[in-house]
């Protein structure tokens, strides 16, 4: 099992930028990759960041490619997205997720992100 604290988020205005932190417990040596997804009111759950754990390889969602970014810190079972440029389009609720090297998933319990126009 993995446990997953996330912290971060609030209101800014568009332009603004904010940091997200999401630290692990548990089994952090069953960690295959770690991200963050989103979902929108009315909206399905999307990925919007994700590092592999072995290598450090990321992908991003088109629509935050260049603003926001993915980053960890192994030492510290945490891993951070920093988003910059935030638009209104951004405003949903974030969560922290893992996936195990067995493809079991592992959620944070989400934070509202609203960007105020």
């Known amino acids: 099992q993995v446990q997953l604290v996330e912290s971060g988020g609030g209101l800014v205005q568009a332009g603004g930028s904010l940091r997200f932190s999401c630290t692990a417990s548990g089994s952090i040596a069953s960690i295959y990759a770690m991200g963050w997804y989103r979902q929108a009111p009315g909206k399905q759950r999307e990925l919007v960041a994700r590092?592999?754990?072995?290598?450090?390889?990321?992908n991003y969602a088109d629509s935050v490619k260049g603003r926001f970014a993915i980053s960890r810190d192994n030492a510290k079972n945490t891993w951070y997205l920093q988003m910059n440029s935030l638009k209104p389009d951004d405003t949903a609720v974030y969560y922290c997720?893992?996936?195990?090297?067995?493809?079991?998933?592992?959620w944070g319990q989400g934070t509202q992100v609203t960007v105020s126009s």
């Open positions: 590092i592999i754990n072995d290598g450090g390889s990321t």
């Open positions: 997720h893992a996936l195990s090297t067995w493809r079991s998933s592992y």
